[in-house]
C-alpha cells in the first residue's frame, strides 16, 4: 500500500484544515488508518485512527472533540477534519495503514510522506 498525505498549511489558532490521506495499491479494506504527527525532537505521537471496514473512530484526548477521522470511498481516502486548531497542533502530520487496532507507530506497516501543519497564535 503507498500512501499520499495532503492538505496541509498555515492556519491561524481557531481554523480549521482537512487532511487527506489517500492510498495506492490496494483498498484500505481491513486496514487500520492511523494519523500521527510529529515535530523537532519529540517522538511521534497519536493523533487519530479509524478502521476502515469497521468506521470505529480513535482519537488522542488532545484532539477530541475538534478532529474527526472519516473514510471517502470514492477516492480510498482518509480524511481527517480539524477544528478549532490551537498552536499546539503545528506539527508534521502523518498517515499510516495497519491491520492491528493498536495506536502505536510501530504497529503500524505503511506510511505516508508528512503534509506540513502550522497553526498560528
Known amino acids: 500500500v503507498q500512501l499520499q498525505a495532503s492538505g496541509g498549511g498555515l492556519v491561524q489558532a481557531g481554523g480549521s484544515l482537512r487532511l487527506s490521506c489517500a492510498a495506492s495499491?490496494?483498498?484500505?479494506?481491513?486496514?487500520?488508518v492511523g494519523w500521527f504527527r510529529q515535530t523537532p525532537g519529540k517522538e511521534r505521537e497519536f493523533v487519530a485512527g479509524i478502521d476502515w471496514s469497521l468506521r470505529w473512530t480513535y482519537y488522542a484526548e488532545s484532539v477530541k472533540g475538534r478532529f474527526a477521522a472519516s473514510r471517502d470511498n470514492a477516492k480510498n481516502a482518509v480524511t481527517l477534519q480539524m477544528n478549532s486548531l490551537k498552536p499546539e497542533d503545528t506539527a508534521i502530520y502523518y498517515c499510516?495503514?495497519?491491520?492491528?487496532?493498536?495506536?502505536?507507530?510501530?504497529?503500524?506497516?505503511?506510511w505516508g510522506q508528512g503534509t506540513e501543519v502550522t497553526v498560528s497564535s
Open positions: 499510516a495503514a495497519g491491520t492491528i487496532a493498536v495506536m502505536r507507530p510501530s504497529m503500524f506497516d505503511y
Open positions: 495499491g490496494r483498498t484500505f479494506s481491513g486496514y487500520i
